[in-house]
């Protein structure tokens, strides 16, 4: 069974950076064709995707906050990090991580996501 | 890289049929067959629906369908159940920055 789950803090405040890690089972990131991505949703808008890392270690970035975000993997751990700088209040959302596979070119398991609110 | 455009909402009666568009260009829908479809019921994650288009991932009820022409997808929901009623989200991927892009959101109601 293939899970994910996203860890990280619920409040930061504005100029600070936010660390994301999403666990997962079920799979290997080591494995040819897999990839796992961020996706955000502020309260009551649609979702935007953010980041993707894929089983090369090839990296991939919204043009929009690129300069703000940087994705990494472990996979011994089975974790990808996502990081953000420089917070805001406009970045309050839910963050989730979610598993792409080749066999469907789409964001096929997703996690929970956590809620994280930008706030002094 | 603007989001994909889906209306903001459809309803239908139990056991219509609805559709969902979702508008895109020739960078995204138009030249790939990587669109998918995400239903999202209210304070929950989305869940994949239909995948390069018109595929169904296992578990998914035969109800759902998809299609392209063009720059525009659609799902369609045929005999809508009161457990359908949630937001809609379509997805693409670009071949310019990002790499992919979601829909707009439309709001399926029962009514």
């Known amino acids: 069974q293939v899970t994910l789950r996203e860890s990280g803090p619920a409040l930061v405040k504005p100029t600070q950076t936010l660390t994301l890690t999403c666990t997962f089972s079920g799979f290997s990131l080591s494995t040819s064709g897999m990839c796992v991505s961020w996706i955000r949703q502020p309260p009551g808008k649609a979702l935007e995707w953010l980041a993707l890392?894929?089983?090369?270690?090839?990296?991939y970035y919204s043009t929009s906050l690129k300069t703000r975000l940087t994705i990494s993997k472990d996979t011994s751990k089975n974790q990808v990090v996502l990081t953000m700088t420089n917070m805001d209040p406009v970045d309050t959302a839910t963050y989730y991580c979610?598993?792409?596979?080749?066999?469907?070119?789409?964001?096929?398991?997703w996690g929970q996501g956590t809620m994280v609110t930008v706030s002094s | 890289q603007s989001a994909l455009t889906q209306p903001p909402s459809v309803s239908g009666s139990p056991g219509q049929s609805v559709t969902i568009s979702c508008t895109g260009t020739s960078s995204d829908v138009g030249s790939y067959n990587r669109v998918s479809w995400y239903q999202q019921p209210p304070g929950t994650a989305p869940k994949l629906m239909i995948y390069?288009?018109?595929n169904r991932p296992s578990g998914v009820p035969d109800r759902f369908s998809g299609s392209k022409s063009g720059n525009t997808a659609s799902l369609t929901i045929s005999g809508l159940q009161a457990e359908d009623e949630a937001d809609y989200y379509c997805s693409s991927y670009t071949s310019s920055s990002p790499l992919y892009v979601f829909g707009t959101g439309t709001k399926v109601t029962v009514l």
């Open positions: 890392i894929d089983w090369d270690d090839d990296k």
């Open positions: 390069e288009v018109s």
């Open positions: 979610a598993r792409i596979s080749l066999s469907s070119n789409a964001f096929d398991i």
